[in-house]
């Protein structure tokens, strides 16, 4: 599998995250199974959260594959934490005993990446930057970033902490672009002009800050997935089932190959925990599509070119 560089970090990763949302889904047998295809296709980068199963999705996924200092090595294992009940916190104490929290489920001493989870409009940004240095100096955490947050939010947050922000989680698939759309539909009057997110992937770009695209099968919040949903996305599908054809691939390889062919050098976070959904989605690395078959891919999703 291709490799990138990790936002301004020496961090070499896969260019496919594997997210471990739904790992808690798994029993013991299934879930190593799982983390063992993974490893074997060199997608040995794991997103987690403290969210995902109430932390269940982290203490299943350490059980399965028996962690311990030999195994722990060949894998690079990222968190979340940020989200409670009802709010958001970014306090130096929340993210303290969120950290504690995660390598006791993920029975590991350190993270090689944090990221705060949501925005947090009550943050102290002071508070972040405390708690930052306190397990970075500790060795509890070894690289830092952000989700879903735009460029003005991190601005701040990069004020204070001294430490790069290496990565920003973000919501992107073909038919959820906007942060691409508005940039091609620069001083037009039409819908997808409407700059709705400060420009965060150049921003993301300009610094060094790797973008990680989440649910890139789903369109809108989570109200479904479009790859096979001839009812809402007939053209799309007829599209990407075309040109998967021509390079002899599922068509879940080629809405992979649409995030990875952005020289924004993305690493899409894979939610599934379909064994052969992974090896389809692994086999994008090391397909380029061109760049007609990209734009005929975005265009058949909806969405316009000035």
């Known amino acids: 599998m291709k490799t990138i560089k990790l936002g301004a970090s020496l961090l070499e990763v896969p260019n496919i995250a594997v997210g471990c949302m739904r790992m808690s889904s798994l029993d013991k047998v299934q879930a190593e199974r799982f983390v063992q295809t993974a490893l074997e296709l060199g997608a040995n980068f794991f997103d987690h ?118 990565v920003n989680q973000l919501q992107l698939s073909i038919t959820n672009a906007t942060m691409i759309s508005n940039g091609m539909n620069v001083n037009m009057e039409n819908a997808s002009a409407v700059n709705r997110d400060g420009s965060v992937l150049d921003f993301c770009r300009l610094n060094d800050i790797t973008i990680q695209p989440w649910s890139p099968f789903q369109y809108g919040f989570f109200e479904g997935v479009f790859l096979g949903n001839n009812e809402k996305f007939p053209e799309l599908n007829k599209k990407i089932d075309e040109i998967a054809v021509k390079y002899g691939v599922s068509n879940t390889t080629i809405v992979v190959a649409w995030l990875l062919r952005h020289p924004a050098k993305m690493q899409p976070v894979i939610g599934t925990m379909n064994m ?26 909806g969405n316009i070119l000035p």
């Open 276 to 301: 052969d959904r992974l090896k389809d989605c692994a086999e994008a690395s090391d397909i380029v599509l061109t760049r007609e078959e990209w734009y005929a891919i975005y265009q058949a999703a």
């Open 49 to 166: 959260a403290d969210i995902y199963g109430g932390g269940a999705s982290e203490e299943i996924f350490a059980d399965a594959i028996q962690m311990n200092s030999d195994i722990r090595e060949k894998m690079i294992l990222q968190s979340k934490c940020g989200i409670r009940k009802g709010m958001f916190d970014f306090s130096k104490e929340h993210i303290l005993n969120s950290v504690d929290g995660i390598l006791k489920r993920l029975k590991t001493d350190y993270l090689d990446v944090l990221l705060l989870h949501r925005p947090d409009t009550l943050v102290e940004p002071e508070e972040v930057a405390e708690a930052f240095e306190q397990l970075e100096s500790s060795g509890k955490v070894r690289h830092f970033g952000v989700s879903n947050q735009n460029p003005m939010q991190i601005q701040l947050l990069q004020k204070f902490v001294k430490q790069s922000l290496v």
